[in-house]
């Protein structure tokens, strides 16, 4: 596996990570312990090194399969993790904010333990909150980094001005939001500040959420417990409208004789030396065609024609509910 540097950090990882989410959260039923263990110990076997995880994410089971599956490779790999939510019986993880500099602390000390390590390498706000200064955050996750107990901060679906003010206190050493073919936002603002500041980019969702695969249609209709489905990108004239993307393409893939899925994860590579996306899967032969795309190399012809086919597509439906938007990009 090729390897990345997350911009002027000391922090080099294989050019593709794992999203660990799927595997217990948000795409319906969580997968058995048993093979979400062997899922990612097979990653790491394929030369993936960065695993991305997160304390809401099942909440809390997803930290203890990252930790179990890594805990025999601790030293070769970098796991990242976030905080930012309360987590309690009576409340939705999703939608209440908390990034109080003591609940910083008490997260950072649970993670730790479900990830069986005495070191945090990339701990990440998981959403900006507005209630609390983003200096304090920042100053609270400085301390732990000169405690040891953490190696980089992080910050996810975050704004430029927020970016600058946080990497005023420490140096932010990544920034994870959403990024494919089919949302694009980060470039306008987000790349030239992280660019300026040596800060590396991790994309979520390269894949689309599955839907760049081509693995999905009009008719592809989804569980409750399924995220998608309260997502207007994924409702049904949405999807009708956006395989117009997935055919064209499929059209360049199939004449690459690659998938649309390693295409797609191709392009992000090329856009920037700094970017690291972690697609997510339950499937070995899934992850295997995921890593596979860091080997593929577009040709400036290929990108034109990617860029041509983006221009002349639209795309239909919101990434988020509305509820979900006002946690975003603040």
Not at 66 to 89: H, S, Y
Not at 122 to 127: C, E, G, T, V, W
Not at 282 to 302: C, M, Q, Y
Request: aromatic fraction near 8%; charged fraction near 25%.
């Amino acid at each position: 596996m090729k390897q990345r540097r997350l911009g002027s950090s000391n922090l080099n990882i294989s050019a593709i990570g794992l999203g660990c989410m799927g595997l217990s959260h948000a795409y319906g039923p969580a997968v058995d312990r048993q093979s979400g263990v062997a899922l990612i110990r097979a990653a790491v076997e394929r030369g993936v090194t960065f695993f991305d995880t997160a304390e809401v994410y099942g909440p809390y089971t997803n930290e203890e399969l990252v930790g179990e599956a890594l805990m025999p490779f601790r030293d070769q790999v970098v796991i990242a993790t976030k905080f930012g939510f309360d987590i309690g019986p009576n409340t939705d993880p999703q939608r209440r904010l908390n990034s109080q500099p003591n609940h910083i602390r008490e997260v950072a000390e649970a993670s730790l333990r479900r990830l069986r390590t005495d070191r945090i390498d990339l701990l990440y706000q998981h959403r900006v909150a507005p209630d609390v200064p983003i200096e304090e955050v920042a100053g609270t996750v400085k301390d732990l980094i000169q405690q040891g107990k953490v190696r980089y901060f992080g910050l996810s679906e975050a704004g430029a001005p927020t970016i600058r003010r946080a990497h005023a206190v420490v140096p932010v050493a990544a920034v994870q939001s959403e990024y494919s073919l089919w949302w694009r936002e980060p470039e306008t603002e987000i790349f030239p500040t992280l660019e300026e500041l040596g800060i590396g980019f991790v994309p979520f969702s390269p894949l689309g959420r599955g839907f760049l695969t081509g693995a999905m249609s009009a008719n592809t209709r989804f569980d409750r417990d399924d995220f998608r489905y309260a997502l207007p990108r994924f409702a049904p004239e949405a999807l009708k409208t956006n395989q117009a993307l997935v055919d064209r393409i499929g059209e360049i893939a199939s004449r690459r004789q690659v998938t649309r899925a390693q295409i797609a994860l191709a392009w992000v590579l090329a856009q920037k030396p700094w970017i690291v996306p972690i697609p997510g899967t339950t499937k070995l032969h899934r992850l295997e065609e995921n890593i596979a795309a860091a080997d593929i190399a577009l040709s400036p012809d290929d990108l034109r024609e990617i860029d041509d086919v983006l221009s002349n597509v639209s795309i239909a439906g919101a990434r988020y509910s509305e509820n979900l938007q006002k946690l975003v990009s603040r």
